[in-house]
């Protein structure tokens, strides 16, 4: 698919847009690495999705630009630091060549306010964390599912493949978010960064 032709699949229904995904997912032999390595329960996201598909728009190599692989999971019985340390740990194993960032999304709230000088609720799912994420367009995990990609996506994928950097306001700072999106668009200048207000 040419790079015009995914930007146009920002308007085409979601079924459509996650079959797209699943195909230039699929071409980032890197994170297809990390996926089969994955239990059911564990999910990736984020900037790594963002840049993979904005890879594929601007004609680069998929991990281009990739800063980290993020990976989000729930347990609500296990909220150890230790356990998602151990989770983080089995995953570095594989040898990537990226930082691993884990989250256990059930134990947030825990830590949240001392790092971010906010306190939030606990979730109660992945998908309630991911509604939190900076952008509207990174706002999505997926996981493999024997040999399907599931996909959580709580605003769908129309940024992602319009590459809009628009502020998803639910818990990010303007600072933070202005960073970013100065980050992301020099290196995927044909992004739309909007404003924050």
Not at 43 to 64: K, R
Not at 150 to 155: F, T, W
Request: a negative charge; one cysteine or more.
């Amino acid at each position: 698919m040419s790079a015009l032709n995914l930007r146009e699949v920002a308007d085409r229904p979601i079924g459509e847009q996650i079959r797209v995904l699943e195909e230039v997912v699929r071409e980032n032999t890197v994170m297809m690495r990390l996926l089969e390595s994955l239990e059911p329960g564990h999910w990736t996201g984020a900037g790594a999705i963002l840049g993979t598909v904005w890879n594929a728009i601007h004609g680069n190599e998929p991990s281009a630009h990739l800063k980290d692989f993020d990976i989000v999971y729930f347990d609500s019985e296990d909220l150890s630091a230790k356990s998602q340390q151990q989770v983080k740990a089995d995953i570095e194993q594989l040898d990537l060549g990226f930082p691993i960032d884990v989250v256990n999304a059930a134990r947030v709230h825990l830590w949240y306010e001392d790092e971010f000088g906010k306190a939030i609720e606990p979730f109660s799912n992945v998908a309630e964390s991911v509604a939190t994420w900076p952008t509207f367009a990174a706002s999505v995990v997926v996981r493999l599912d024997g040999d399907r990609l599931d996909v959580i996506a709580p605003y769908g994928l129309h940024d992602l493949f319009a590459m809009w950097i628009r502020p998803n306001k639910t818990l990010i700072s303007r600072e933070v978010f202005e960073a970013k999106a100065a980050r992301w668009s020099s290196c995927w200048p044909e992004a739309t960064v909007w404003p924050w207000n």
